[in-house]
Nanobody, 122 residues
């Protein structure tokens, strides 16, 4: 089993920045990739960004490219999501996920954090 613990959410004005963190514990050696997803009220959970542990390769969803950056520190079993130039439409609960494959669909990730709320005011 893998446990994920997110932190760093909060309330910020449009144009502001936040950095989310996610610490993995347990059987972390089984993790191939980690990612961030988000879910706004009344909407489906959507992919934001992912990072592959062995080489740091990343991918982002188009709407966040140039604004959000995913990074990782394998020694600390931690990933980060630096979010800049936040917009009201970025408001959502952000979830950290870990899985044994490389994918952008949520069904490919076996482990999930509890989520952290990000609210962007206009």
């Amino acid at each position: 089993q893998v446990q994920l613990d997110e932190s760093g959410g909060g309330l910020v004005q449009a144009g502001g920045s936040l950095r989310l963190s996610c610490v993995a514990s347990g059987r972390t050696f089984t993790i191939y990739a980690m990612g961030w997803f988000r879910q706004a009220p009344g909407k489906e959970r959507e992919f934001v960004a992912a990072i592959r542990r062995r080489d740091g390769h990343t991918t982002n969803e188009d709407s966040v490219k140039g604004r959000f950056t995913i990074s990782g520190d394998n020694a600390k079993n931690t990933i980060y999501l630096q979010m800049n130039n936040l917009k009201p439409e970025d408001t959502a609960v952000y979830f950290c996920a870990a899985g044994m494959g490389w994918a952008t669909r949520s069904s490919a990730y076996a482990y999930w954090g509890q989520g952290t709320q990000v609210t962007v005011s206009s």
